[in-house]
């Protein structure tokens, strides 16, 4: 919306430079408009080189074992959340009807620019003022809002207060002079507990917290101030629980290259992925036959959400080779990037490849992730391929781009179907 403003103000001043001013106005607000996009550009690298440069030093030993499991009582406030999170929604459709509202607007700023021919420049400096007082409107409307959600900073200080005092916790250090363990022990990665410290340190919370916790009621009295960093690195909403909070910023800093080591895969406790449930066995029978009709993306969503959390250590342990787990684990965070599927979905190698990825169409997103893949393995992907993609499993995938990688055929073979 910054940026918006910005643009509109430029627009507006470009308009009055050309009608009032003379060449050197004019190249004077040029010049000013390109070190503003230059600057906003430089402060968006930079916050993404301080987010990527924080490390807190934890011990290896923490992550050779598995992770403890938290027994409660956590920090819920279910009805208080329920009003929160009804707040939030309402919050999130106006910003989007702003957002649209503005995109129209700047449409049809954009459209009648050929009028400044018969107008002159004036002309932009009415185009300028319009966006710039729509914008105005529009920032004026989320002051309110922003005013609605700070009151439920002390509210919720209250309630973490409250609950903390009939349940005491041991305190917390997590910053980079004080890791404590026995917090760090809940996660099963190190990726995801620096970014637990992280987030424990951003919500400026001093006792332990556990994944379980509601995200909302850790931050307490910072709640409206977390929920602004988060969309800093473009989170649509806030997460639930303090464990899922972590998760996503485990993502934000680690986007794909996680390379899973020989010596640490072979601390794992390998496992056999589960059994398909007998709706998702049918929809991969059905999809061997090439029967795209029975594609549902509400059973695929349902039964991500009967399986456990994501986690880099219970993930891993479902694959026969360091390779093949560091290759999944990669084609996942690309899905949950490019195909916004859900942070948390931990999918099993016999799963069919459309839970997690979906590719049944031409759509946007579904181009961009196989660009990706392509990118991020360095293979070419052929467009039979692509076709049969939909009736593969995640395991045949992994084994198609392991090949792919290694040069066996350079015809883009088929995996060998299970």
Known sequence: ???????????????????????????????????????????????????????????????????????GPFLTAPEEEAGLLKLEAEIARRDDRERTALAVLFLVIVCTLPLGKFFGSLFLVWAGSAFTAAILIVLAGRAICRKQRLRWNSRLQLLRDGRLAIHPRPPLQPGPDGVNDHFCRHYSTAAEAEAACLLAERTKIDVLVYPQDSLRLVAGGNYVQLQEWFRQFDATELPKTFGQGAAVLAHRLYPYRRHITETAFQMLEHREPPPLTPALEHVRQELKRENWEVLDEELFHQEILRRPVMSERLFCSYWPTAEEADIALRIRNLAVTHLFREVTMLPYPN????????????????????????EEFQISIPDDAVAKMPAWSFAELVAFIREKQRGADRRSPSPARE
């Not at 940026?3 to 509109?8: C, K, N, Y």
């Not at 003379?22 to 301080?50: D, E, I, P, S, Y």
């Not at 979906?358 to 990706?372: G, H, K, N, P, Q």
Request: aromatic fraction near 14%; charged fraction near 15%; charge should be negative.
């Open 351 to 374: 799963d069919p490849l459309p839970l997690l990825t979906y590719i049944v169409d031409d759509s946007l997103e579904t181009v961009e992730f196989l660009l990706a893949v392509e």
């Open 1 to 71: 919306m910054q940026s918006s403003l910005i643009f509109a103000i430029w627009l507006t001043a470009l308009g009055s430079a050309i009608h009032w001013g003379n060449g050197w106005w004019t190249a004077v607000v040029v010049m000013a408009g390109m070190l503003c996009f230059f600057f906003r550009c430089l402060r968006k690298k930079k916050w993404n080189r301080q987010l990527a440069e924080v490390q807190y030093e934890l011990p290896a030993e923490f992550f050779t074992a598995p992770p403890l499991e938290a027994a």
